[in-house]
């Protein structure tokens, strides 16, 4: 698999008109992130800051009002179609066909990819086995556990071998063992594969777990932090968590958060 391209995204804002009030939303204002290849980057936030238009905009669903998303030398919007089968996405809800079962499901984007019938199978198959599905291929949504689907929508990702996962929210609405457990699972098979990973959660603790590091967003996406949590011993994490609530309730980044680890 090739290496992910670097993740540039400079001064980018976004304002939405809202139709019924006529109101203008600053959702996102003039954010400046670089995201390195093959890393795993947690964005944390609280409600309506903005998080899911970064996301949208990652994707290509939305286009900047002003600054730019480069991914290597493409932009997501601009160049929409190239990134097909590079980029791969898990939300909140599993976005399962509720009439196509499991492995139908899992090699849904390598047939609208046009890959050869044998390789989407064998590839579905592959990602349904890893995450503990082998017997429930053929089973449909309805069959299945919310934990299961998602596991399913984890597979239908991973299948393309993308260059880029994104997950938003992916894990918040399971039990919290069970969104423990799928997440782990997420994270080293991002890291197996090489794919860089922005997973978008409100939940500190899933941040933390997820080791590399953490984009803290302020109001329409303002960067109050940026932490490299593998700076941090284990031992300390209770002081991070502390200093991320303090940032996030005060809008400031909590002074623990400059000293160097
Ligand atoms: N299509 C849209 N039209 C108008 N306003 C929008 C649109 N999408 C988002 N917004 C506004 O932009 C702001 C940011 O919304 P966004 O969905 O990105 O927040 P979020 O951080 O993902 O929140 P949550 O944690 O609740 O999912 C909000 O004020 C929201 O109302
Ligand atoms: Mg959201």
């Not at 990652?58 to 929409?80: C, N, Q, R, V, W």
């Not at 976005?95 to 579905?124: C, F, V």
């Not at 941040?207 to 329409?220: E, N, P």
Request: aromatic share 6%; hydrophobic share 40%.
């Amino acid at each position: 698999m090739s290496i992910p391209p670097t993740i540039e995204v400079r001064g980018l804002r976004k304002v939405f008109r809202q139709a019924t009030t006529g109101q203008s939303v600053v959702a996102i204002d003039r954010l400046d992130l670089t995201i390195q290849p093959k890393e795993v980057i947690a964005i944390v936030g609280q409600t309506g800051c903005g998080k899911s238009t970064f996301f949208d905009m990652m994707i290509g669903l939305e286009a900047p009002t002003e600054g730019s998303i480069h991914i290597g030398d493409k932009s997501p919007y601009s160049d929409f179609d190239y990134f097909r089968g590079k980029m791969a996405t898990v939300f909140q809800q599993d976005r399962l066909l509720p009439w196509r079962s499991a492995l139908d499901n899992a090699k849904l984007p390598l047939e609208l990819m046009g890959r050869p019938e044998d390789e989407q199978r064998e590839r579905a198959l592959m990602w349904l086995n890893k995450l503990g599905l082998g017997q429930f291929t053929n089973a449909y949504p309805h069959e299945l556990s919310g934990g299961m689907r998602q596991r399913v929508a984890i597979a239908r990702a991973f299948a393309v071998q993308p260059d880029i996962l994104l997950a938003d929210e992916a894990f918040g609405h399971l039990d919290e063992v069970t969104a423990a457990e799928l997440r782990d699972t997420f994270l080293q098979l991002a890291r197996e594969c090489g794919s860089t990973a922005i997973l978008i959660t409100h939940q500190l603790e899933e941040a933390i777990a997820v080791g590399d590091r953490i984009a803290v967003f302020g109001k329409s996406a303002k960067l109050l932090a940026d932490i490299h949590v593998n700076l941090w011993p284990k031992e300390r994490y209770g002081e991070l968590r502390e200093a991320i609530q303090a940032t996030l309730q005060s809008q400031k980044a909590d002074p623990r958060l400059m000293q160097p680890a």
